[in-house]
């Protein structure tokens, strides 16, 4: 197979060497960013006067029907190629002749290369903004059904606080919504065309630079052509934001692992998105969740294989960047689908509300409640908090709670308590006494849900 390079060389390549070098089996995934490039430049070229209107058509309907033939099925990917870029003129040279040969004009693979990689990190930067749209959509929607849902609150997993389903799943619409603001961040400093750098010292034809970045959807052209073709700041910038949004998967899969679990019984999974066992006839496993938890690991590694690539290269392009690729490729794909199937499986799970409830009950979550109490009937805190302390461990004792003993046990540890106790310890009155902005409370839940539904109506692109 010719090569895009010969011209130098009297000797073959070892057949072991251009296998070793060869990229087109993972790069293939660029075709289509690949065909979008070279038909801004062929239109460029010819803007300029360095194509002639007849080669620039020639060259237009050529890689139009390449794109067509490919995506149809018609013309399979020659994997003999050294690259996708290879595979395109070959083919392009193949049915149109000289004209094709011209394409390459005013152009390198590096900063072609440079172009395809950022096109198609662009697309999947939106990609996975509109997953994670998708999954605030159903969160809120969970959110708005149980603005009055108790549950405990945790911390160091054991109960420490009564809350709402509203205002637990609210924490990680938190989360998630800093993930997309990363993505809004990381996509306009991307937004820049590489394309016309040339190998890393621009070329000597007169190409119009904020031409085919404007074609190209680009907010201008790349300012230096050494940096052109060796930077890969925006991929591991994207990577950084792909391992943060499955470290918010995986915190978020390990709760409902633990929620589905007898012990909890927090949650029901739909079978559609459960699995079973081949020996145990009564296990309903949560191996979608699992399996987001363990593919976590596998994105935080493309991003220290892609950091550890690039921090020993000296400008401007070296081989060693071809290394971008399989790793990125394989984290965005990971990132994309875990954030469908989470989605998916959030979407229809069903909460049992009673368990959750009497969960937080049993649990002395109204302790600092009823400590709060005290302090409001004139007793120090610190008094309180030992009075209350006391008063668990009768509880524990006795396997009873705060609420479920009598006055007279009640007075047997401080002469303050009065029958408003029950009101004031009451999951009810715990979650809607908690009025600050951020609190769980379902009047503020409310004013805080418009507020996200605002949110959600925005266009961060604009």
């Known amino acids: 197979m010719a090569q895009l390079w010969g011209g130098r060389f009297t000797k073959a390549t070892d057949k072991l060497v251009f296998d070793f070098n060869a990229s087109i089996s993972f790069d293939k995934i660029l075709f289509s960013q690949d065909i979008e490039g070279s038909i801004a430049h062929a239109v460029m070229l010819e803007k300029q006067g360095i194509l002639t209107l007849e080669e620039k058509d020639a060259i237009v309907k050529g890689l139009a029907g390449i794109r067509e033939d490919v995506e149809s099925g018609r013309l399979p990917i020659d994997e003999s190629q050294e690259d996708i870029h290879s595979f395109v003129e070959a ?67 054991q109960k420490a606080q009564p809350v709402t389903l509203a205002h637990h799943f609210g924490a990680y619409f938190e989360m998630f919504k800093r993930d997309r603001l990363r993505l809004k961040d990381i996509y306009h400093r991307m937004n820049y065309c590489p394309l016309g750098a040339g190998a890393l010292a621009g070329t000597t ?41 499955m470290m918010h998967l995986s915190r978020f899969s390990e709760e409902i692992i633990l929620w589905n679990s007898n012990e909890y019984r927090f949650i029901e999974l739909d079978d559609s998105y459960s699995t079973g066992s081949s020996i145990m006839p009564q296990k309903k496993n949560p191996d979608i969740a699992e399996l987001v938890r363990g593919k976590t690991g596998r994105v935080y590694g493309a991003l220290m294989s892609l950091l550890t690539t690039m921090k020993g290269i000296p400008l401007a392009y070296n081989k060693d960047m071809q290394e971008d690729k399989e790793v990125a490729f ?13 989605t998916g499986m959030i979407k229809t799970m069903k909460f049992n509300k009673e368990t959750m409830e009497e969960s937080a009950a049993k649990g ?12 409001n009937k004139g007793v120090p805190f610190r008094d309180a908090h030992g009075i209350i302390g006391r008063l668990v461990l009768y509880c524990i004792d006795k396997n009873t709670s705060i609420d479920a003993l009598g006055m007279e046990e009640l007075k047997a ?50």
């Open 330 to 342: 394989d984290a965005i794909s990971t990132v994309e689908t875990c954030t469908e199937l989470f």
């Open 91 to 157: 083919v392009l040279i193949e049915r149109i002749g000289e004209a094709g040969k011209k394409l390459h004009t005013g152009r390198s693979r590096n900063d072609q290369i440079a172009l395809d990689m950022r096109l198609y990190a662009r697309a999947h930067v939106l990609q996975t903004d509109s997953l994670l749209k998708e999954l605030l959509t159903v969160l809120l929607s969970v959110m708005e059904e149980n603005t009055e849902t108790c549950m405990p609150g945790f911390t160091h997993l």
């Open 364 to 375: 002395f979550a109204n302790a600092t409640d009823a400590a709060d109490y005290l302090v």
């Open 205 to 245: 034809y007169p190409l119009d630079r904020n031409y085919t970045a404007s074609m190209l959807g680009f907010e201008g052209p790349t300012l230096n052509s050494m940096d052109s073709v060796s930077d890969r700041d925006y991929l591991i910038e994207f990577l950084s934001a792909l391992a943060t949004i």
């Open 413 to 462: 540890v401080s002469d303050k308590f009065e029958p408003d106790i029950y009101d004031a310890v009451s999951l009810k009155t715990c979650v809607e006494k908690r009025l600050t902005l951020g609190a769980p409370g379902p009047k503020r839940m409310q004013e805080v849900i418009r507020m996200h539904k605002e949110y959600l109506e925005e266009d961060w692109k604009s």
